[in-house]
């Protein structure tokens, strides 16, 4: 983080200029995830006593997300199995989503994140935390290839009760078990986890700083923190906030997926950095994902797919209608996908 | 939820200084029977709090495990009533509650509700 900025200040990190950063909330309320944040709008422009509003927008985003993937998760689960992340390809291979292969490469996506962040068999990982764990595909994958125990939290009721169901339909219920928490106030004791595993979930949290100091705090002396999120691209030197079209373009993207401001990879490892973590890596795999969302598509345009859509609902139609604009903020390089991966001191 | 999973969780509420272990009120209980794996009762034994167990199990109305945990090798009888304890008696309906505070999280089908309300962060 740049020296001005204190990260437990932060609460979205696009950079802005001193003398015309806006207040913390009205950073969430640009993207307007939730129609309480209206009421916010013209009240707190240059005000400076935002806290209540910020915090209230922040429960209606919470609430926000709970709903949309209860109402989402089922028809997710339909397209993308169990494990609710993108698949990794090799660039610019074609996906066919009916193969299995979409399957793999979303087992291929874990592997090679734990390989990423050299998390391998020797390094004894006993106690796993999924944060923002789905319906638990991660959880229960790392379950059995480390025989560890994993936690999962997530905002939605819906998705840790089908998370409970398929460990138990998969003999896995001793090592795995999900809670509703939430990522930014999770109810474990400092220092309890051997990983601390975030994939795709990083893009809902409103406060990333906050966010990160949780993934910290959770992690063992010695443990791995992997985060693998979408971001946008890195600003240049010099640049303070991205440009308005790239702006406008995430903020459409934002309010059907109810997310708040979106921050760069660059963002995560200052971040890190600040909080003394060692080994601390990023890359950008934007290039591994991309096949994906044309996959998805063309599976919501067959008529399964778009019988399925319709029974779902309006969030999930949207939902669909979106990733279009995903494909787009991809191709126009304002789109990242990226893994940090770093190491808590012993 | 499970006494595994219970054995972890805490009152995140701010400024709560005793917020583990958080006392089970249970309303409905279910045995679920699950494989006994060796290896991993070892390296619970070594994590678990076990007051928080003892006192958990008591209140899913199991109250077979010793006041103290003893060493594995040594008895077969201990080895699964800390089976049974930890791992096959699930809290589906109940609240977990602060022993400070009094502040319940619920527990509904089986999954515990950790959310915090605004004023509580």
Known sequence: MKATLAPSSLISLPRQKASSLRSPSLLINSQRPSSALMTTKTASRGSVAVTAAATSSVEALREGIAEFYNETSGLWEEIWGDHMHHGFYDPDSSVQLSDSGHREAQIRMIEESLRFAGVTEEKKIKRVVDVGCGIGGSSRYIASKFGAECIGITLSPVQAKRANDLAAAQSLSQKVSFQVADALEQPFEDGTFDLVWSMESGEHMPDKAKFVKELVRVAAPGGRIIIVTWCHRNLSQGEESLQPWEQNLLDRICKTFYLPAWCSTSDYVDLLQSLSLQDIKCADWSENVAPFWPAVIRTALTWKGLVSLLRSGMKSIKGALTMPLMIEGYKKGVIKFGIITCQKPL | ?121
Do not use: Q
Request: glycine fraction near 4%.
């Open chain 2, 1 to 121: 939820m499970r006494l595994i999973v219970h054995n972890m969780l805490t009152c995140n509420v701010k400024g709560v200084v005793n917020k583990f272990p958080l006392k089970i009120v249970a309303e409905k209980v279910v045995k679920k029977e699950v494989d006994f794996n060796l290896d991993f009762l070892w390296h619970m034994l070594a994590k678990i709090e076990w007051k928080a167990l003892v006192d958990g199990a008591r209140s899913l109305g199991y109250s077979e495990l010793p006041d103290h945990a003893e060493a594995l090798e040594s008895n077969e009888s201990f080895l699964k009533k800390f089976h049974h304890a930890l791992l096959e008696l699930h809290l589906e309906e109940g609240s977990l509650v602060c022993k400070e505070t009094g502040r319940k999280f619920p527990v509904k089908k089986g999954v515990p509700n950790m959310l915090l309300h605004e004023d509580e962060v």
